[in-house]
């Protein structure tokens, strides 16, 4: 028997995992890879256990509980100023890589390119490429990350599909302004471009900066995939829940992978968040206040240590430039300081085709104060 040539040669194991999984061998404290180390708000858990225990244990309808697109389609109005139709604009999915894979598997077709800017989340080149597109890398350029909309321009082809943004930006926490969003929508006005716009950071930007959603934007929403995720939101990664609005003929497509991708998404946890967004809308109006405490002490605690930084504008990531401690390759870093002094840390270059000659690592601060003291305590050492 002979095993079919791969059709991801470029792909192994997430750096999610393999961090992960040395800072469990280690012992280190794990900033690796994204996700809390609390859990959600105590009303959403008893909701979810309360929907278990009273029957909601079958298949949710394939869009998505029509409680919950509500609730989403009446976020969206409140924060964004855009009416959406809850019937055909909205898609709840099994969290946001769903939804991202959905989007890109619904448009893309063989020989299509798709712009990402790098360092790019690690699944949207794979989801680009298994659908016959290919992915052209622009570099976001440090320290700023902005986008360079001239190399933009220049980039785009006959055979330009889609482009693929993120803000609230992971790994940088770069965000988008407003006067960006209106050069973009400059740039793709005469074209049939569409775009997939990663929001899952949605609520957690800093410094009373708004986040500027496409879905604020008439025409750049109008061609636009716009996709979130609970698991940030709520504390609760490990639920999986995420939705995509986008104008009712790209739901269209959309949704026809999506019925055969997942069909639906885990029921419980769906009507759970309906009663979440629409009884304690708070949460979410909360978030950044929350995540910029964590942001503001972990920069206070690291600022006795030899890395240095610029506080992060969004996402719960803090980019530090480590050159003041060590020549390493950042992968090599990484290890380095998992198994060495303890704390795990994400490597930047891995998102980029060809990443920049940078000293950066990635630590997540979704963390108790107590994991960052602890965190904090072990970097300043060395
Ligand atoms: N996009 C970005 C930028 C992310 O950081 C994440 C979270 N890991 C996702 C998408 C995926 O979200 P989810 O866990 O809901 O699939
Ligand atoms: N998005 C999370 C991060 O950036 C990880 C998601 C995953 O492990 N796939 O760390």
Redesign the pocket.
């Known amino acids: 028997m002979h095993y079919p040539d791969t059709k991801l040669p470029k792909v192994g194991t997430t750096i999610f995992t393999v961090m992960s999984q040395l800072a469990n061998e280690a012992g280190a404290i794990n900033l690796s890879q ?1 996700f809390p180390d609390f859990d959600g708000p105590e009303f959403l858990r008893k909701r979810v256990a309360h929907y278990i225990e009273h029957g909601a244990n079958q298949y949710a309808p394939m869009t998505g509980i029509p409680a919950l697109r509500e609730a989403i389609a009446n976020k969206t109005e409140r924060l964004y100023g855009r009416n959406t139709c809850a019937e055909s604009e909205v898609t709840v999915t099994s ?4 939804a ?1 894979f959905a989007a890109i598997a619904a448009v893309v077709q063989a020989g299509d390119e798709v712009i990402v800017f790098d360092p790019a ?1 690690d ?1 949207y080149e794979p989801a680009i490429e298994l659908n016959g597109g290919r992915a052209v890398h622009l570099a976001l350029p440090p320290p700023s990350f902005n986008i360079d909309f001239e190399q933009l321009k220049a980039a785009i082809s006959d055979r330009t599909r889609m482009i693929i943004i ?1 803000s609230p930006h ?1 790994p940088t926490g770069a965000v988008l302004s407003a006067q960006d969003l209106d050069t973009l929508a400059e740039i793709v006005r005469d074209s049939d471009i569409l775009l997939l716009s ?1 929001e ?2 949605e609520h957690i930007a800093f410094d009373g900066q708004p986040h500027q959603s496409l879905l604020r934007h008439d025409e750049l929403a109008a061609r636009s995939f716009v996709v979130s ?1 609970f ?2 939101t709520f504390h609760t ?1 490990g639920w ?1 829940v ?1 939705y995509c609005v986008a104008p009712a003929p790209l739901s269209a497509e959309f949704r026809k992978v999506h019925q055969y991708l997942t069909f639906s998404t885990v029921t419980p946890v769906q009507l759970a968040l309906a009663d979440m967004l629409n009884e304690q809308p708070e949460h979410y109006l909360e978030l950044p206040e929350f995540y910029q405490q964590k942001r503001d002490l972990f920069c206070e605690l690291m600022a006795g240590s030899r890395f240095t930084f610029e506080k992060t504008a969004g996402t719960y990531f803090q980019l530090m430039d480590y050159s003041a401690i060590s020549d390493l390759p950042d992968t090599e870093f990484c290890r380095w300081l998992t198994t060495e002094a303890g704390v795990a840390a994400i490597p930047i270059s891995v998102f980029s085709e060809s990443p920049m000659d940078t000293r950066l690592v990635r630590f997540c601060f979704a963390k108790s104060d107590e994991t960052l003291r602890a965190a904090a305590a072990k970097l300043c050492e060395i």
Request: aromatic share 10%; charged share 20%; proline share 0%.
């Open positions: 994204g969290g946001a890589t769903e991202l989340y699944s993120n992971n990663d899952v950071y995720s698991g940030k990664t999986k995420g």
